[in-house]
């Protein structure tokens, strides 16, 4: 499955954005999807996830901050985030897995990532 990851911007902390999953060549619905950031100088963490069958999983930096969901409609899995901060600051990327997992490692396809810039 091909994924294209958008949404990404400037925004001030205490503001908001969505990010976007949209997926072609497969059924999103098939699969489960996961959100990970890459901030400057850092490792790639695992952010958010959302089963196939919708459960969801987020990170506890984020929990009460950000929401996943899916539109299995529109092929699409969205990451809504609120109260930025700045250490939210990063790159963010969603893959897709059959199964839910934490570990980036464990997931086959990526989109190629969306920045978000936090300022204070």
């Known amino acids: 499955v091909q994924l294209q990851a958008s949404g990404g911007g400037l925004v001030q902390a205490g503001g908001s954005l969505r990010l976007s999953c949209a997926a072609s060549?497969?059924?999103?619905?098939?699969?489960?999807v996961g959100w990970f950031r890459q901030a400057p100088g850092k490792e790639r963490e695992f952010v958010a996830a959302?089963?196939?069958?919708?459960?969801?999983y987020l990170a506890d930096s984020v929990k009460g901050r950000f929401t996943i969901s899916r539109d299995n409609a529109k092929n699409t899995v969205y990451l809504q985030m609120n109260s930025l901060k700045p250490e939210d600051t990063a790159v963010y990327y969603c893959?897709?897995?059959?199964?839910?997992?934490?570990?980036?490692?464990?997931?086959?396809?990526w989109g190629q990532g969306t920045q978000v810039t936090v300022s204070s």
């Open positions: 959302i089963s196939r069958s919708g459960g969801t």
């Open positions: 893959a897709a897995n059959s199964r839910t997992s934490y570990y980036l490692s464990n997931y086959d396809s």
């Open positions: 060549g497969r059924t999103l619905s098939s699969y489960a």
